[in-house]
């Protein structure tokens, strides 16, 4: 947090009120310490009880109090605090009693030093003319020694002033400091700079200066700097104060360190980052520490307009002018994350709850009920005892795949279910926000929503790859438009380069995914426009085929392909004229073949062409019935069946156990890498000894480009040979 400025000494109205609502000046700034409304308005009158106030006005207080005590309060309620609003009307005293010195506030009413008893404590005694003449004589006296000081000031009190004076001149310098290192600020600020102007065009006309990065936790990656900005370090102070201590109680107990404390520092420097190295080892952290990134900006955002709120009422209080105070976007959602099902929303909007530390959580009871595990859950995770581990992990819980929940933040509650329009972040699946937004061509359609968001969030991009793409790249392509209605806006707050449509540059985006495909490349190149600069993570893979056990033949065979363009009917020319007919010859000794293709389009093509052929085949998508799939397994496992068609996705979805493969061929390599290996072990698994190993075989086509599969598939080492089209067949025995 930025240091403290120092406390002025006057509340505008609008401060009074917040301070008895909200017991601080700032509700969203909340300080670790419980400290009270009396101790809030000492702070705001002066960080020394009245030191703000000059040596005569603070001597005139103490000679003042002495004098008009009124009578003396039960023992009881002698050192009891003096309430707010006392204090505040003593502080506007400027009566002086003679022989009086300068007295500091005091948090109780015990007598001064060398006063006498009935001064302090006791009812003054005497006539009321006698009491006049006392207070007139007072009077008297005291502005003869205002006299005397205006001409001779205190040493001490000159000394304090100059204190004073230095103590506003390091906090201003130290808030200076922080605001050039905060990249929140930096980034976001209303700006018409030359270096902003440097980095847009950059960032327009993609020139970036790319620069290999080995890092010790994340491994290889690629940052991609905008006008010469280099790799930027560790924001020094980049969590509010507020968030520290639910983060440490929501993180076991530590600080952000080892890889979280890494991927945070990108994150936090607000880059477009993309990550391919997600794993069920590091989900948890990774999790954590993007919700604490998406809690942080918000608060950071909000405590940025309450200030300005608070001077904007000043201003107005005095009837001056605050000038151009431009804080935020068209409409309010800041943060949008993405998830493929409820269970992963259930679990990331747990941790945003946790991070707020809220009092009063509105709609828990539905939220917990929507969202959370349900009655058949037990049933379910008995039935899939036998699944791999991942698929157990990604198919816990609710697999709704169609939902979106906005979440409004309060100073002291947090609203579950808000309308999206008064919602500070929304998490979402990108089909239920599809169905939110509507048709690009429909007239209920409404993107305005999403006019303003800063950080979008696209997490688990490997399971949102095995739903469809499609929606993701709609959710992208109506991020930051102009909104067609002003929803309540007020533009005189809204930030210069937010009116003038280039909201998208200074929005984050984070995707997150186990590997690498060319949709994320596509978005890392054309969505990613942060003018922070980018980075990708660039993992090295082992390679899939070191897990296979099964002692099969694995053939790699390089599809000759003219352009990319034509990859998709290069291929299926290439496999329907030479594969097919290879397997046609092969069906003679044995019919137990299982063709792999990972795109579903492929998928319905080869469905198509099979059937207008007249093969005898079955066909396993994830549409396909749990008893169409059990009736075409059982058929190939006996021979019935000349081939099955099997999609990726069904795999993904079912991981189907199918008996008496003898034949394994890919129509293409699938983008899950441990897919291949499963495959390539049912066939030993699945056969029970009913062909020999000499007879099992695995053909797998590949194309040039399809280097990231390559890369996952057979390992970094070896990808580079595959392809550089010197040979057209590799063979792994």
């Keep these: 947090m930025p240091p403290a400025k120092k406390a002025k000494r006057g509340l505008s109205r609008k401060e009074l009120q917040r301070l008895k609502e909200y017991g601080e000046l700032d509700p969203l700034n909340s300080a670790a310490d419980d400290r009270s409304l009396d101790d809030l308005i000492s702070n705001a009158l002066g960080r020394s009880g009245y030191g703000s106030f000059t040596g005569k006005?603070?001597?005139?207080?103490?000679?003042?109090?002495?004098?008009?005590?009124?009578?003396?309060?039960?023992?009881?309620?002698?050192?009891?605090?003096?309430?707010?609003?006392?204090?505040?009307l003593k502080s506007l005293a400027t009566g002086a009693a003679p022989g009086s010195q300068a007295a500091a506030v005091s948090d109780s009413d015990e007598d001064a030093p060398g006063s006498e008893p009935g001064d302090a404590g006791s009812e003054p005694h005497g006539s009321d003319e006698e009491m006049h003449e006392t207070v007139d004589k007072a009077a008297d006296k005291a502005a003869d020694e205002e006299a005397r000081e205006i001409d001779e000031v205190d040493d001490e009190d000159i000394e304090s002033d100059a204190e004073a004076a230095g103590a506003d001149a390091e906090a201003a310098a130290q808030s200076e400091a922080y605001a050039a290192h905060d990249y929140?600020?930096?980034?976001?600020?209303?700006?018409?700079?030359?270096?902003?102007?440097k980095k847009l065009a950059a960032v327009t006309n993609k020139e970036y200066e790319q620069i290999p990065l080995d890092d010790p936790v994340l491994g290889p990656c690629v940052v991609c700097n905008v006008a010469g900005a280099g790799v930027g370090r560790a924001n020094p102070q980049p969590l509010k104060q507020k968030l520290a201590g639910p983060f440490h109680k929501l993180n076991g107990g530590r600080g952000l360190e080892g890889f979280q404390q890494r991927i945070f520092d990108w994150f936090d420097q607000y880059r477009d980052v993309v990550y391919a190295g997600r794993t069920a080892a590091n989900e948890d952290e990774l999790t954590t520490a993007y919700a604490l990134h998406a809690m942080n900006h918000v608060m950071k955002a909000k405590d940025r307009e309450h200030k300005n709120n608070a001077k904007l009422a000043k201003a107005h209080a005095a009837g001056a002018d605050a000038g151009e105070l431009r804080d935020r976007g068209?409409?309010?959602?800041?943060?949008?994350?993405?998830?493929?099902?409820?269970?992963?929303?259930?679990?990331?909007?747990?941790?945003?709850?946790?991070?707020?530390?809220?009092?009063?959580?509105?709609?828990?009871?539905?939220?917990?009920?929507?969202?959370?595990?349900?009655?058949?859950?037990?049933?379910?995770?008995?039935?899939?005892?036998?699944?791999?581990?991942?698929?157990?992990?990604?198919?816990?819980?609710?697999?709704?795949?169609?939902?979106?929940?906005?979440?409004?933040?309060?100073?002291?509650?947090?609203?579950?279910?808000?309308?999206?329009?008064?919602?500070?972040?929304?998490?979402?699946?990108?089909?239920?926000?599809?169905?939110?937004?509507?048709?690009?061509?429909?007239?209920?359609?409404?993107?305005?929503?999403?006019?303003?968001?800063?950080?979008?969030?696209?997490?688990q991009c490997d399971v949102l790859l095995m739903q469809s793409w499609d929606h993701v790249a709609h959710v992208f392509r109506h991020l930051n438009l102009t909104p067609k209605k002003d929803h309540g806006c007020d533009f005189s707050r809204v930030r210069s380069w937010c009116l003038d449509g280039m909201a998208r540059f200074r929005r984050q985006t984070i995707v997150l995914s186990e590997y690498m495909t060319p949709e994320l490349q596509a978005v890392f190149n054309n969505d990613c426009r942060s003018i922070a600069g980018k980075v990708r993570t660039k993992p090295a893979y082992r390679g899939a085929v070191a897990d296979v056990v099964a002692q099969v033949t694995q053939v790699f065979r390089l599809v000759p392909v003219r352009r990319l363009a034509s990859l998709d009917d290069d291929r299926f020319a290439h496999f329907t004229e030479h594969a097919l007919p290879e397997m046609e010859k092969a069906v003679l000794g044995g019919k137990h073949t299982v063709i792999f293709a990972s795109s579903y389009f492929d998928f319905v093509r080869l469905r198509n062409h099979c059937r207008s052929k007249g093969y005898s085949f079955a066909a396993i998508s994830e549409y396909s019935t749990k008893t169409e799939a059990m009736h075409a397994r059982i058929k190939l496992n006996a021979g019935e069946l000349e081939f099955i068609l099997y999609s990726e996705r069904a795999h993904f979805y079912h991981r189907y156990p199918i008996k008496g493969i003898h034949r394994l061929v890919f129509y293409g390599l699938p983008d899950r890498a441990p897919y291949y290996s499963e495959l390539v072990n049912l066939m030993l698994t699945g056969n029970d000894g009913a062909a020999p190993p000499e007879q099992l075989t695995c053909t797998a086509f590949y194309t040039k480009y399809d280097q990231l599969k390559v890369e996952r598939i057979v390992g970094t080492k070896l990808a580079p040979q595959l392809l550089a089209g010197t040979r057209s067949q590799f063979t792994f025995a």
């Design 330 to 459: 068209f409409t309010r959602p800041r943060v949008l994350i993405l998830v493929p099902f409820r269970n992963s929303a259930y679990r990331i909007i747990q941790k945003l709850l946790a991070l707020t530390a809220a009092e009063q959580e509105m709609n828990s009871s539905r939220f917990a009920k929507e969202y959370g595990p349900d009655e058949d859950e037990e049933r379910r995770h008995q039935a899939n005892t036998r699944k791999p581990e991942d698929f157990r992990r990604t198919f816990a819980g609710n697999i709704d795949d169609s939902f979106r929940i906005g979440l409004q933040l309060h100073y002291r509650s947090v609203k579950l279910f808000a309308d999206f329009y008064r919602a500070d972040i929304i998490v979402a699946s990108p089909i239920g926000l599809r169905m939110t937004t509507g048709a690009e061509s429909g007239d209920r359609k409404d993107f305005d929503f999403l006019s303003s968001v800063e950080v979008v969030i696209a997490d």
């Design 57 to 88: 006005l603070r001597r005139g207080r103490g000679a003042a109090d002495g004098g008009r005590r009124g009578p003396a309060r039960p023992n009881a309620q002698r050192g009891a605090r003096p309430d707010a609003y006392t204090r505040l």
């Design 184 to 197: 929140m600020e930096a980034h976001f600020a209303d700006s018409d700079t030359e270096l902003a102007h």
